[in-house]
């Protein structure tokens, strides 16, 4: 087999070469320097940048024969003999690591820049890190970061961390390990001999499920076995607050990414290939797309209890008096759209059976508890036989709220017996995982002479997609939130929330 040989942080290194394999497989996989994170595997988001041969890039672009003979750095390998990097300190002490995904790539893109000015502008630091994305910190702490490395360097030395307290900012505990690249998120757990597995998501937003034969997918070299609605030993299904999303759908799909299967390899790639070959036969069926598709009559009914998933209110005082007080009326209607939370850390997590017998996941996830409790009612075994590890988390934004790999990491590893890795894709994180709902807001507000609220009257519209999700809390909210700040002594505040075919 094909080697690559390149000095990785000083280390001579050669590494067989798989097919398609990137620089970035090859640092993660082959040499587990897991600092070089995969964010958006298209060279857009940047936390992958390393140097090769002096000169930054997207590690997830560059195919790993290309580096043969090259001199690579890393994140891990940027301090000396220990110690950090003065930028990676300057990270630290100007505050601008949060969830930390980001950081390794925008440190090492930030250093090439030092490399080349001494005494960079702001203006000049936000151009070179534009190919850097961050999705927490709004870039002016991580600009400040970087005019701080700079001027500790011309001025020849770096002053010890504060400690903090009152009146003065502490370092997170957690930022030393986030800029020198050893946090271990999701997808950087790693036990010895773990399977990789992959779901097989429905193509369409609306179908009837007529088969699944996983078969094909057991011919595949490399292909371990193959799960499906049969091989959920508890409820098929869960939910925050309705449980109505199926583990696996054996029925019905209702949007576009349901899972129907997944398959489980020795590798990522043979995960691949066998999800690819599982044989799903669909009988596509008319689907509702809007909330106003939803409410007509005759629409097709998505689940037994109909499209109307939840109708909250908040009433206050008397409308009608309200407007009669007022002395002047504003109307209007506004829309929202569904919003992908983009965090640059795609969904992940290891799962594995302990020698007592518990299921052990370690997932990036916001609700640890919450998905422990759901998790165990899908594997049918009691709360206290799951444990759940939140690895360090790289953004979540609330879109990390609901489970995503969890029920299929312990699925997998209590059937196969060995460890079992899941990372989504950039493309199934944003197809497959849950959104923020769209809208339609209807105001009428009134006010007196004086400038005063007499009534606040609205009508929410919402998409809450194929499952509930947390639907009803989150349009109760907007309805509680609807008067603002103001004291207001006549309130109608109404909510529809409507099933559809959308994402959830």
């Given at each position: 087999?094909?080697?690559?040989?390149?000095?990785?942080?000083?280390?001579p290194?050669?590494?067989p070469?798989?097919?398609?394999?990137?620089l970035?497989?090859?640092?993660?996989e082959?040499?587990?320097?897991t600092?070089?994170k995969?964010?958006?595997?298209?060279?857009?988001?940047g936390?992958?940048?390393?140097?090769?041969?002096?000169?930054?890039?997207?590690?997830?672009l560059?195919?790993?024969?290309?580096?043969?003979?090259?001199?690579?750095?890393?994140i891990?390998g940027?301090?000396?003999d220990?110690?950090?990097?003065?930028?990676?300190?300057a990270?630290i002490?100007a505050?601008?690591?949060q969830?930390?995904?980001c950081?390794?790539?925008?440190?090492?893109?930030?250093a090439?820049?030092?490399?080349?000015?001494?005494?960079?502008?702001r203006?000049?630091?936000r151009?070179?890190?534009?190919?850097?994305?961050?999705?927490?910190?709004?870039?002016?702490?991580?600009?400040?970061?970087?005019?701080?490395?700079?001027?500790w360097?011309?001025?020849?030395?770096?002053?010890?961390?504060?400690r903090?307290?009152?009146?003065?900012?502490a370092?997170r505990?957690d930022?030393?390990?986030?800029?020198?690249?050893?946090a271990?998120?999701?997808?950087?757990?790693?036990?010895?001999?773990?399977?990789?597995?992959?779901?097989?998501?429905s193509?369409?937003?609306?179908a009837?499920?007529?088969e699944v034969?996983?078969e094909?997918a057991?011919?595949?070299?490399?292909v371990?076995g193959?799960?499906?609605?049969t091989?959920v030993?508890?409820?098929?299904?869960?939910?925050i607050?309705?449980?109505?999303q199926?583990v696996f759908?054996?029925?019905?799909?209702?949007?576009?990414?349901?899972?129907?299967?997944?398959?489980?390899?020795?590798?990522r790639?043979?995960?691949?290939?066998?999800?690819?070959?599982?044989?799903?036969r669909?009988?596509?069926?008319?689907p509702?797309?809007?909330?106003?598709?939803?409410?007509?009559d005759?629409?097709?009914?998505?689940h037994?209890?109909?499209?109307?998933?939840?109708?909250?209110?908040?009433?206050k005082g008397?409308?009608t008096?309200g407007l009669?007080?007022?002395a002047?009326?504003?109307?209007?209607?506004?829309?929202?759209?569904w919003?992908?939370?983009?965090?640059?850390?795609?969904?992940?997590?290891?799962?594995?059976t302990?020698r007592?017998?518990?299921?052990?996941l370690?997932v990036s996830?916001?609700?640890?508890?919450?998905?422990?409790d759901?998790?165990?009612?899908?594997?049918?075994?009691?709360?206290?036989?799951?444990?759940v590890?939140q690895?360090?988390?790289g953004?979540?934004?609330?879109?990390k709220?609901?489970?995503?790999?969890?029920p299929?990491?312990?699925?997998?590893?209590?059937?196969?017996?060995?460890p079992?890795?899941c990372?989504?894709?950039?493309?199934?994180s944003v197809?497959?995982?849950v959104?923020?709902?769209?809208y339609r807001?209807?105001?009428?507000?009134?006010?007196?002479l004086?400038?005063?609220?007499?009534?606040?009257e609205?009508?929410?519209?919402?998409?809450?997609?194929a499952y509930?999700?947390w639907?009803?809390?989150?349009?109760t909210?907007?309805?509680?939130?609807a008067s603002?700040?103001y004291?207001?002594?006549?309130?109608?505040?109404?909510?529809f929330?409507w099933?559809?075919?959308?994402?959830?």
């Open positions: 087999m094909a080697e690559a040989c390149p000095t990785v942080n000083g280390v290194v050669c590494v070469l798989r097919p398609g394999a990137t970035l497989d090859l640092l993660r082959d040499l587990g320097l600092g070089t995969a964010g958006c595997l298209e060279g857009e988001c936390a992958c940048a390393v140097w090769v041969d002096g000169r930054v890039v997207n590690a997830c560059v195919p790993a024969a290309r580096v043969d003979g090259a001199e690579i750095a890393t891990e940027l301090g000396r220990g110690g950090l990097h003065l930028l990676q300190e990270f002490q505050g601008a690591v969830c930390g995904i950081i390794p790539g925008m440190i090492m893109s930030a090439a820049l030092l490399e080349t000015e001494s005494a960079p502008s203006e000049s630091i151009d070179w890190l534009s190919g850097n994305l961050c999705r927490c910190t709004g870039y002016t702490k991580i600009f400040d970061a970087v005019l701080l490395a700079a001027r360097r011309r001025q020849g030395g770096v002053p010890p961390r504060v903090g307290g009152v009146g003065a900012s370092a505990v930022a030393e390990a986030k800029v020198r690249g050893v271990l998120y999701g997808d950087d757990h790693r036990p010895v001999g773990a399977l990789h597995l992959r779901i097989v998501r193509p369409h937003a609306h009837e499920v007529l034969d996983p094909p057991l011919a595949v070299p490399g371990v193959a799960l499906t609605a091989d030993p508890g409820q098929n299904a869960y939910g607050l309705v449980e109505d199926p759908c054996d029925r019905v799909v209702r949007y576009v990414g349901d899972a129907v299967a997944a398959v489980v390899a020795e590798t790639e043979a995960a691949e290939a066998g999800a690819s070959a599982v044989r799903v669909y009988r596509p069926l008319e509702v797309l809007s909330t106003a598709m939803a409410r007509a005759g629409a097709p009914r998505l037994p209890t109909g499209n109307l998933l939840a109708r909250p209110a908040v009433r008397d409308s008096h009669a007080e007022a002047v009326v504003v109307e209007g209607t506004w829309q929202t759209q919003i992908e939370h983009a965090y640059i850390e795609p969904e992940a997590g290891v799962g594995e302990t007592d017998g518990t299921t052990l370690t996830t916001q609700t640890p508890y919450m998905d422990r759901a998790t165990a009612k899908v594997l049918g075994i009691a709360p206290g036989e799951v444990r590890v690895a360090v988390t953004g979540g934004f609330g879109g709220l609901d489970l995503s790999v969890q299929y990491l312990g699925l997998a590893a209590r059937k196969f017996g060995r079992v890795r990372a989504f894709s950039r493309e199934e197809l497959a995982t959104k923020r709902h769209p807001v209807r105001f009428r507000l009134g006010a007196d004086r400038g005063r609220f007499t009534l606040v609205t009508e929410v519209t919402g998409d809450t997609g509930a999700s639907g009803p809390t989150v349009i909210r907007a309805l509680i939130h603002g700040p004291v207001v002594p006549h309130v109608l505040a109404r909510g929330l099933y559809t075919n959308n994402p959830p």
